[in-house]
């Protein structure tokens, strides 16, 4: 299986690389990131020791079309895509929150609140909910932006702005953006037959100021999905969601023993299993999208990406 898991490039005016969980983003002269998504995937904050046949693209591609239908509404960092698997966008300082927004008890909600908790970040959950079920409101639940691999934390609006992590003009516009963001992509994806369950939102700086969008927006690594048909169906009978989005691996990885944990071993991920995972990243890529994916030359995927980067570096000289 031809997937690229790791990158080593040495552009022009390369200043740093930086190796995400699933993304290597390289600093370009302090002015320009190129971000390469790889086939890495990521659960519980451990990447899996394999990669996913096409996931980089399908990442790519969702997040940057997602950024050109959201652009009108809130400013992005992306300037151009010289390749199937790459971003090149502006350099900005990140904030250090990463903005959650869930519309639905679901995932780590779901479990928090299994577990007898009625507050996530400081966000009342009201009583009386059954896994899946709408808020009455989404609601944001900020996580801390982890540095080094650790995980990623809740933490509330009050101690971001206690703590100075975020200043209050600055976090004001941050939730503005978030709500704006989460009702365009849950239209969108009502378009499509899909709900929007959660989602999460990474925001940045730029050189003069600017509060941009950056990283990824509505892709199966950053948001869960559910089909909208039959939905309310399911719920009634007290069935699990048809969902297109990374739980269905969380799931899989609870199911064989392992949530991240100190101690536990990642369980063996077949090559069958693999394909399983690029399908349903792929089906999730043509659902929300509406479009066919149209599968990349992976014969040599690096040297594919070098490439066409460094065209792209030449041309803008």
Not at 217 to 238: M, V
Request: charge should be negative; proline fraction near 4%.
């Amino acid at each position: 299986m031809n997937t690229i898991t790791t990158t080593n490039f040495n552009f022009p005016n390369q200043k740093s690389v930086y190796h995400g969980k699933v993304r290597e983003v390289y600093n370009i002269n302090d002015e320009l990131l190129v971000m390469v998504a790889t086939d890495r995937l990521s659960a519980f904050d451990v990447v899996l020791p394999k990669g996913i046949p096409y996931k980089g693209q399908i990442l790519n591609q969702i997040a940057t079309q997602f950024m050109e239908l959201t652009q009108d509404i809130v400013p992005n960092w992306l300037i151009a895509t010289p390749d199937p698997n790459v971003a090149v966008g502006h350099l900005c300082t990140p904030f250090k929150v990463e903005m959650v927004i869930r519309g639905y008890l679901s995932g780590h909600a779901a479990r928090e609140y299994a577990s007898g908790k009625r507050s996530l970040c400081g966000v009342y959950m009201a009583e009386g909910l059954k896994e899946n079920d709408a808020f009455p409101e989404p609601i944001i639940t900020p996580t801390t932006k982890a540095d080094n691999g650790a995980h990623d934390e809740d933490i509330s609006r009050e101690a971001i702005l206690e703590k100075g992590i975020v200043s209050e003009e600055d976090y004001l516009i941050l939730e503005n953006y978030t709500y704006a963001l989460f009702q365009r992509g849950t239209n969108i994806a009502a378009s499509r037959g899909l709900i929007l369950v959660d989602t999460k939102y990474e925001f940045g700086k730029t050189k003069d100021g600017q509060i941009v969008l950056i990283d990824e927006i509505h892709t199966p690594d950053s948001s869960r999905y559910f089909y909208a048909e039959g939905y309310q169906e399911r719920q009634d009978k007290g069935e699990e969601q048809k969902q297109l989005s990374k739980e269905f691996v969380r799931q899989w990885l609870i199911a064989n023993g392992f949530q991240g944990k100190e101690g536990q071993a990642i369980p063996e991920m077949s090559d069958d299993y693999t394909t399983t995972v690029s399908e349903r990243y792929i089906e999730l890529y043509e659902n929300i999208l509406g479009t066919p994916f149209v599968k990349a030359d992976i014969s040599d995927i690096e040297t594919r990406i070098e490439k066409n980067v460094l065209q792209y570096l030449r041309d803008k000289q």
